[in-house]
């Protein structure tokens, strides 16, 4: 993180974490007006790959679940990184800025995925870099926000995965439940837009933002779910994260072959679960039908201001909506209870 933004975030009240901003002071008023109210958020969890060079798309087009053409200066996108077998290593999204394509990502996904795309480049004019120190990266949740941003950038973005951008900034519009903006910018053009924002909004830590992906069914893969699951498990084809027209990738066949062949028998679900402990990304669920093995995974959770834990979990459709109960852990551990996604699942 930079130096002198993280000097203004202490002088904010930030308390900070092995990976970025905690909280406030308040962590579970965070987490309540991240769901009713109007809220900004330091992303610096997140980090950035910067992909350049005259062979840069054609590279990234052979590599990711998504078309990269449709990726432009006015348009980011979803998309994921399979191995040979169509079980995706990360996901992440893209956008572009001056000669750079961006795959932003959590920081833990960063080193591996460089050291992966590197394997691959050959005699290819690319150039993969850690670009995590090249903005500043902010997000901003809420009606109010919305227009208090849209008064200090002007033009902001009014459909998910457009982008609009200038010398100062890049806004991308992401999916939420409330209006929902992502922004990458310098220092300065960060704590005035800061300030600006916290007369009438709230700022919150990391994990009130991970609760507003988790409620807008936005799934992330990190270190201990890499290769546990294909695109379709947590549900990247329904967020705009899988081309089915575009040319070859690593695992397209077995992806193209679920799409099209297959009978899909796992996907994701948003659930609460009764704990008090984090649940963690890969944790076992388990079915009463069938305890004698597990019945899903925890994709990611955030602790719920109501009590408990929201998460996304890769469930086995059969247990997930059937009559059986679900458990965290063991059979018998803190009950799972199945929520509504906020996009529709098509029916066979």
Same mark, same amino acid.
């Given at each position: 993180m930079n130096a002198d933004w993280k000097a203004f975030l202490e002088n904010a009240g930030a308390e900070f974490g092995a990976d970025g901003v905690q909280h406030f002071g308040n962590p579970r008023r965070e987490l309540s007006v991240a769901i009713t109210g109007n809220v900004f958020a330091d992303l610096s969890h997140y980090g950035l790959v910067s992909v350049h060079g005259e062979d840069a798309q054609a590279f990234l087009q052979g590599q990711f679940t998504n078309d990269l053409g449709a990726v432009d200066d006015r348009h980011s996108q979803l998309s994921g990184y399979c191995n040979a077998k169509g079980r995706l290593l990360a996901n992440f999204r893209v956008f572009h800025r001056g000669d750079s394509y961006y795959l932003c990502l959590p920081n833990e996904m960063i080193e591996g995925l460089i050291k992966r795309l590197r394997m691959f480049v050959l005699r290819s004019q690319v150039t993969l870099e850690d670009a995590s120190e090249t903005f500043v990266h902010l997000g901003v949740s809420g009606a109010d926000s919305e227009e208090e941003l849209r008064s200090f950038a002007g033009e902001i973005p009014a459909t998910p995965h457009? @982008?609009? =951008?200038? /010398? +100062?900034q890049l806004i991308v519009r992401v999916p939420g439940i409330h209006p929902r903006v992502e922004i990458f910018t310098d220092v300065d053009t960060a704590c005035e837009l800061w300030t600006r924002l916290n007369v009438h909004s709230a700022p919150i830590g990391a994990e009130a933002w991970q609760l507003l992906d988790? =409620? %807008?069914? &936005?799934? $992330?893969i990190y270190a201990l779910t890499? /290769? %546990?699951? @294909?695109? +379709? $498990?947590?549900? !990247? +084809? !329904? &967020?705009?994260g899988v081309s089915f027209k575009k040319g070859c990738y690593p695992g397209q066949e077995i992806v193209a072959r679920m799409q099209y062949l297959g009978k899909l028998k796992r996907r994701m679900y948003r659930t609460m679960i009764d704990t008090d402990s984090a649940p963690q990304p890969g944790a076992d669920i388990y079915c009463s039908s069938d305890p004698t093995q597990s019945a899903g995974k925890v994709v990611s959770a955030a602790a719920h201001p109501d009590g408990g834990y929201a998460a996304l979990a890769v469930l086995q459709i059969g247990s997930a909506e059937g009559a059986a109960d679900l458990h965290l852990g063991t059979p018998e551990g803190p009950r799972v209870t199945l929520e509504h996604l906020p996009y529709p699942f098509p029916t066979e």
């Open positions: 457009t @982008v609009c =951008q200038n /010398e +100062q988790i =409620q %807008a069914g &936005i799934p $992330m890499s /290769e %546990a699951f @294909v695109p +379709q $498990m947590i549900n !990247l +084809q !329904l &967020i705009d």
